[in-house]
T-cell receptor, first 115, second 113 residues
Framework: DTAVSQTPKYLVTQMGNDKSIKCEQN?????MYWYKQDSKKFLKIMFS???????INETVPNRFSPKSPDKAHLNLHINSLELGDSAVYFC??????????????FGPGTRLTVT | LAKTTQPISMDSYEGQEVNITCSHN???????ITWYQQFPSQGPRFIIQ???TKVTNEVASLFIPADRKSSTLSLPRVSLSDTAVYYC??????????????FGTGTKLQVIP
């Protein structure tokens, strides 16, 4: 039973292209996130959606646009890809401020390589 | 969110108990301490969370002194499969109902046969 799934797992593309990464969770969670982990393994939050509403938007270039068609899905679209976008992108989900938990469930990651 | 400081790396032999300490001097009253584990090529996985004293589950124990300015993740009798990066996070899970989790650099634990 896959809790948080992402597609594709690997993505190799050229600079200037537009690409999308899809995320789905079957945990019934209301909140979903996108994280970026760079080559130095720093894991940084990019976006967070709660019930399809954007609640966290870190300093991310507007080439990155999240889309949440429903609370089980959060997709990430990236326009005009640049070399610096190469990283592993993780999707995660959690219950909203449930009172005592930072427990997030992460997907397997999508390794994006821009050439 | 409170800033955390952890050792960059640690080595341990199989079967030993491993203690990873995290410093969080400016922890706020409502902040909880949470630890995640990340294996290579996988997403982070929640291990344990606590507010004060001691918390234990099937994976680890978390020790938090009275001043809460630090915490220690204890892994009993580690095996090679415990080789991973361990992240300490501090924050208020009730802050606006939203969970803006900030991961630090983590501690890379290498278990040696």
């Amino acid at each position: 039973d896959t809790a948080v799934s992402q597609t594709p797992k690997y993505l190799v593309t050229q600079m200037g292209n537009d690409k999308s990464i899809k995320c789905e969770q079957n945990l019934g969670h209301d909140t979903m996130y996108w994280y970026k982990q760079d080559s130095k393994k720093f894991l940084k939050i990019m976006f967070s959606y709660n019930n399809k509403e954007l609640i966290i938007n870190e300093t991310v270039p507007n080439r990155f646009s999240p889309k949440s068609p429903d609370k089980a899905h959060l997709n990430l679209h990236i326009n005009s890809l640049e070399l610096g976008d190469s990283a592993v992108y993780f999707c995660a989900s959690s219950l909203p401020g449930s009172g005592a938990s930072y427990e997030q469930y992460f997907g397997p990651g999508t390794r994006l390589t821009v050439t | 969110l409170a800033k955390t400081t952890q050792p960059i790396s640690m080595d341990s032999y199989e079967g030993q108990e491993v203690n990873i300490t995290c410093s969080h001097n400016n922890i706020a009253t409502n902040d909880y301490i949470t630890w995640y584990q990340q294996f290579p090529s996988q997403g982070p996985r929640f291990i344990i969370q606590g507010y004060k004293t001691k918390v234990t589950n099937e994976v680890a124990s978390l020790f938090i002194p009275a001043d809460r300015k630090s915490s220690t993740l204890s892994l009993p009798r580690v095996s090679l499969s415990d080789t991973a990066v361990y992240y300490c996070l501090v924050g208020d899970p009730n802050s606006g109902g939203y969970q803006k989790v900030t991961f630090g650099t983590g501690t890379k634990l290498q278990v040696i046969p």
